[in-house]
């Protein structure tokens, strides 16, 4: 149904306009926040290479809970400040782990990941969600995904 253009050698912040804005496209005017988040976990996906793991936690009653995504099943519930999901929720503030070994707590889903960004969605101010994308590479992600993931989060504060 939907055709997107992915050119693989476009410079990073060209591969996230696109990202953006097609998931802009796919999300507008849709008010089902599960399906929002279906397809840009799809997205993601689809997009970005060198990942193992991208999609949604939710916040829920407090604690953060497993949303749609792509990749191996996952752990389902994870508290605020716990891990490099509930570390992005307590503080609102983007994770960007180069070695999730290196990093205290990480809650490990997929042995197979080695690095991960997690960059909260909020809305009014209130952590809402986070996405998170984890890599089997070390040190995959840098500040342009960072920037990147913050700009869809944005677009998708009222959408999920
Ligand atoms: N590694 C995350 C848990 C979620 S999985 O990566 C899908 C964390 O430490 O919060």
Redesign the pocket.
């Known amino acids: 149904m939907f055709e997107f253009a992915i050119n693989s050698v476009a410079p990073k912040y060209e591969l996230y306009h696109e990202l953006v804005r097609s998931a802009d496209a796919l999300t507008d005017g849709e008010t089902d926040a599960v399906a929002n988040m279906a397809n840009v976990a799809a997205l993601l996906w689809e997009y970005l290479p060198d990942v193992n793991?991208t999609?949604f936690?939710r916040m829920v009653d407090g604690e953060l809970v497993l949303g749609p995504?792509q990749?191996k099943a996952?752990?389902i519930r994870?508290a605020v400040g716990?891990?490099?999901?509930?570390t992005a929720a307590a503080s609102g503030e983007t994770q960007l782990v180069a070695d999730?070994h290196a990093?205290p707590?990480?809650?490990?889903?997929?042995a197979n990941?080695a690095s991960?960004l997690?960059v909260p969605v909020k809305r009014k101010g209130e952590v809402i969600a986070v996405i998170?994308l984890?890599s089997p590479s070390l040190m995959r992600f840098d500040a342009d995904d960072a920037a990147g993931i913050e700009a869809l989060a944005e677009v998708l504060a009222n959408r999920i």
């Open positions: 793991w999609g936690y995504f990749g996952a752990c994870i716990e891990g490099v999901c509930g999730v990093f707590g990480h809650i490990a889903c997929d990941s991960e997690v998170d984890d």
